[in-house]
DNA sequence: TGATGCGCAGTTGTATACAAGGTTTATCTT
DNA sequence: AAGATAAACCTTGTATACAACTGCGCATCA
C-alpha cells in the first residue's frame, strides 16, 4: 500500500498541535497566520482550519480583537483535566460493566493486561516501550466496551488534551522514583477494573477507575513541585504556566 | 449601543445549526457547499469554517470521498447523550461541594430557584416562559459554581448537542402529561442540589445532579414512545433514526 | 514635555479563482 | 438490452487576492 498522501489540513494541523507542544511560541502573544503558515509550507487557508480545531481542543484561545493565542494553563487546570478525564473513563467503565461487556473486547483487554503482566515480569528488566504501548491499547479497550460512540468521542477528545492523557507522564516515567512501583500497582487497577465490569459492579468500576486516573495526578504534582531534569519533557509541560 | 454586526462565521453558524436541526436537509446526503452557502447569504469560506464546527460538535459527520452530512442519532445515542451530561454536570455540583460554592454564586443560585418557586406558585397558573428561563439560569449557575474553566466549557458543549440540553425537552412540555408534577419535582431536585453543595456533601451533590438529568430522559422515551403531536417540535428530534 | 490625533503598515476575515478528484450520463460494444 | 468505458460536469480542497480593521508610531499641538 502505497504511504497515503496527507491533506494539507493535516499537516497543518499536526505541525501545528506539535509546535504548540514543544513550546515553540511565546506565550500571550498572537500567532501570525502567515509566518506560521510558511513555516508549515502550506497555506493560510488550511492553517487556519487547524486553528480552528486547535482552539475547540483547548490548545488555542480566540482573541476577542482577532486571531488566536497559545493556551496557558494553571495547574488547577491540568489538574481538573486529569480528573476529568477519569470521571469520563470511569463512565466507560461503569456502563462497560451495565451493559455486560462485549466478549470479544473482554477477551482482547485480558490478553491485553497479560502481556502488560509480561512487560512487568519481575525476573528480568521492565519492557518499558512495551507497557507504554499495551496501556494505551487497554485504555481504548476500555473506552470501546462501553458500547457507545458518544462516551468513545468524549474520552479521545479529553485525552487529547495536553498532560490528560492516560499516557502523558509515561514519557519519562523512568525519572519518578519508585515508578516500577507505580507501574505494577497501576496494574492492579487495570485488573480490578476489568474484574468489575465481568462481575457487572458498575460502580466499582467506575470508582476503580476514577482512582486510577489519579496515579497522572501524582506524577503531575511530582513534577511540578521537583522539576526533575527530563529527557523527554512531557509534550505540553511548557504550557504549565510557571507563576 | 448599536447592534452588534454578527460576523459572516456567526451568520453561517447559526444560520446552518438551525437548518439542520430543523431537518432541513435529507438526511444521508452531502451537503451542497455552495448551494447552502447562497443559501445563507455568505460565502463558501465562512460556511466551511461553520460545518468544521458543527462536525467538532456532532451535528454533522466527514465523508470519506469529501464534504459533510448531517448526521443521525439512534435513540441510545440520545439516550447515552442525557446520561453523560448528567456525568458532567454531576461532576460539577461535586466539585462545587468539595470546594466550597461562591458565596455570591450560590446567593443568586438561591434567589434563582425562589424565583422558579414563584413561577409555579400552585394558586395560579404556571409561568412557563420564566420557568424556562430561570431553570436554565439554574443550571448555568451551577456549572459555574464549580470553579473550574474546563467543566464549564464542557458542560456548554454537551448542552449544545441535539436533544441533550436541560432545557431540550421543556419547549414543548405542555404535551406531556403531569408536566406540572414533573416540573415541580425538578424543582425538589434543585433544592437538594443545592443544599447538598451547601453542606460540602459532594457525593450526595453529584447523585442528585444525575438523578435530575434523567428527567429528561423520561421526556425523551415519552416522546418517542407516544409521538405527540407538538406545537414547537423539540429542536433536533428530526435527527433521530425513527427505525 | 506630555498627550492626542492622524496615518501607515501589518494582520485578520472574506470572497473567489483554480485545480484535483469524484459522479453521472451518454455512447459504444458485446 | 445490458454492461462497461469514457467524457463532461460538478464538487470539494487549496491558494491567493482583496478589503476592513487593529495597532503602533510619528508628528503636531497645547
Do not use: W
Not at 502567515?34 to 484561545?61: F, I, N
Amino acid at each position: 500500500m502505497a504511504s497515503e498522501r496527507l491533506s494539507q489540513l493535516d499537516k497543518a494541523l499536526l505541525g501545528l498541535r506539535s509546535l504548540i507542544l514543544s513550546g515553540h511560541f511565546d506565550l500571550n502573544q498572537r500567532l501570525p497566520e502567515v509566518a506560521v503558515a510558511k513555516h508549515l509550507g502550506t497555506s493560510r487557508t488550511p492553517l487556519r482550519q487547524a486553528m480552528d480545531r486547535l482552539v475547540a481542543e483547548g490548545l488555542l484561545e480566540r482573541i476577542e480583537t482577532g486571531g488566536c493565542r497559545v493556551a496557558t494553563f494553571s495547574k488547577e487546570d491540568i489538574a481538573d483535566a486529569i480528573e476529568f478525564r477519569g470521571v469520563v473513563e470511569g463512565t466507560a467503565a461503569r456502563m462497560a460493566a451495565q451493559r455486560g461487556g462485549n466478549p470479544g473486547l473482554m477477551a482482547e483487554a485480558r490478553a491485553t493486561l497479560d502481556r502488560i503482566d509480561q512487560a512487568l515480569d519481575p525476573s528480568q528488566e521492565i519492557d518499558f516501550d512495551r507497557y507504554v504501548h499495551e496501556n494505551a491499547k487497554f485504555h481504548a479497550l476500555l473506552t470501546r466496551l462501553a458500547g457507545s460512540p458518544l462516551i468513545e468521542r468524549e474520552v479521545a477528545r479529553m485525552s487529547r488534551l495536553p498532560l490528560a492523557s492516560p499516557s502523558a507522564f509515561l514519557s519519562d516515567q523512568a525519572m519518578i522514583p519508585n515508578f516500577q512501583d507505580s507501574l505494577r500497582f497501576a496494574q492492579r487497577q487495570h485488573r480490578a477494573i476489568l474484574e468489575a465490569i465481568a462481575e457487572r459492579d458498575g460502580a466499582r468500576a467506575e470508582a476503580m477507575t476514577r482512582e486510577h486516573a489519579r496515579l497522572a495526578l501524582t506524577n503531575f504534582n511530582y513534577i511540578t513541585t521537583h522539576q526533575p531534569k527530563l529527557a523527554n519533557p512531557v509534550p505540553g509541560l511548557a504550557l504549565v504556566a510557571s507563576e
